[in-house]
């Protein structure tokens, strides 16, 4: 489907096209595990067995590839195994990754405990400042990893300043794009290798499907990620396919919605003296504003804020709120909030990416926005 197209008209119908046999508007879930073959290694079609590939997961890989606008997609069992599949392509024993220093908890817990073993490196750093980036780069990094908005404290990273950072080491950009989603953010047009999504989070945006994505333009990448696909096996089912596809449908409303009621979130947070910090990249006091106005179309649907008092008021505004569940992960229609560290964050216990006792993260639903501020009012008391 031609990238001229807006994008939800892409989201809504590339790489689904109405079934040739039925006229089935919703493509059809295809369950079977296996497909026939007309002769030995002569398949009848395109697929041969649904770990290497299934049409319901290659409708969601097409509607995804087409919304980060790049030539290939690749969908995944949940986020981590995106990110795994990532890093084994592109890192070797003996390299090195630079990390933003507020990482997601699962990332640094996957470098930290699982690719240490395997001998990688990795460099905690500021991400919102291409120059501190620049000066961790080695001869060994491979990957600049990039959060923006990072998670949980919302530091905004210039893609664009990132990726000349790391094409003039040799090391590849690779960009998490959970948190503004393909309609707020377009990595690979700023100069991004790949770009990692949580699917579980916005694409998805119902709580009801885990998964994860690749999108590149690198040919030669798209090939490495197909093959870990088939070789380690770590691919949705074709039911996760469908939900995502259904899911991604209406990601332009929601995300309007998202943005509008966590500005909302933040402005009015901003004015309440329990409130000690609003970490939201749409208020202009946010130190990353002018480059987040510059690559996104709006700020997001995630509010991190700090309370007066510390952890126990962190703790006690969780644990008070009606409205918001307190649960992790983030991205779906429903508010939700908690406490990074102790929840999303726990594994960054005692190193420098862990984040603030007093840190709250709220991922702002779609609710009506009045219900929302008068359930934060409350639980503030």
Not at 130 to 153: L, R, S
Not at 345 to 373: F, N, Q, T, Y
């Amino acid at each position: 489907m031609s990238d001229e197209l807006g994008f939800s008209t892409r989201a809504i119908h590339a790489g689904q096209e109405p079934d040739p046999q039925t006229g089935a508007v919703i493509p059809p879930i295809h369950t079977s595990t296996t497909f026939a073959q007309d002769a030995v290694g002569e398949p009848r079609g395109a697929f041969d067995y649904s770990r290497a590939g299934n049409p319901t997961r290659e409708a969601a890989e097409l509607a995804l590839a087409s919304l980060e606008g790049g030539r290939f997609g690749h969908s995944f069992a949940s986020g981590m195994a995106a990110i795994d599949a990532t890093l084994r392509a592109l890192v070797r024993p003996r390299d090195h990754v630079i990390l933003p220093n507020d990482v997601y908890g699962g990332t640094f817990r996957l470098l930290d405990q699982v690719f240490a073993d395997w001998g990688v490196t990795y460099s905690l750093v500021p991400i919102d400042d291409p120059d501190a980036v620049a000066g961790a780069v080695t001869p060994a990094t491979k990957v600049v990893w990039i959060e923006t908005p990072t998670n949980p404290m919302l530091s905004i990273a210039d893609i664009a300043a990132l990726a000349v950072v790391a094409h003039a080491n040799g090391a590849k950009a690779v960009v998490d794009n959970t948190f503004a989603s393909p309609y707020l953010q377009q990595p690979l047009s700023l100069g991004a290798d790949v770009v990692m999504h949580s699917t579980t989070k916005y694409l998805g945006g119902h709580s009801d499907v885990i998964g994860g994505a690749l999108v590149t333009n690198d040919a030669h990448l798209a090939e490495q990620f197909e093959f870990l696909q088939k070789s380690a096996g770590a691919v949705p089912g074709p039911f996760d396919s469908y939900l995502l596809l259904r899911g991604m449908k209406t990601l332009a409303v929601r995300m309007e919605q998202h943005c509008a009621n966590a500005e909302a979130v933040a402005e009015m947070l901003a004015s309440h003296p329990k409130v000690s910090e609003v970490i939201y990249p749409g208020l202009e006091t946010h130190p990353g504003h002018a480059v987040a106005a510059k690559q996104m179309r709006r700020f997001g649907g995630m509010v991190s804020v700090r309370l007066v008092g510390g952890r126990d008021k962190a703790l006690a505004l969780c644990e008070r709120t009606k409205i918001f569940t307190l649960a992790e992960s983030l991205g779906g229609v429903e508010s939700l909030i908690e406490h990074p560290g102790v929840m999303t964050h726990a594994s960054a216990a005692g190193s420098s990416a862990a984040p603030p006792d007093d840190l709250v993260r709220i991922s702002v639903g779609i609710e009506d926005v009045d219900d929302l501020l008068a359930d934060l009012t409350q639980a503030l008391g």
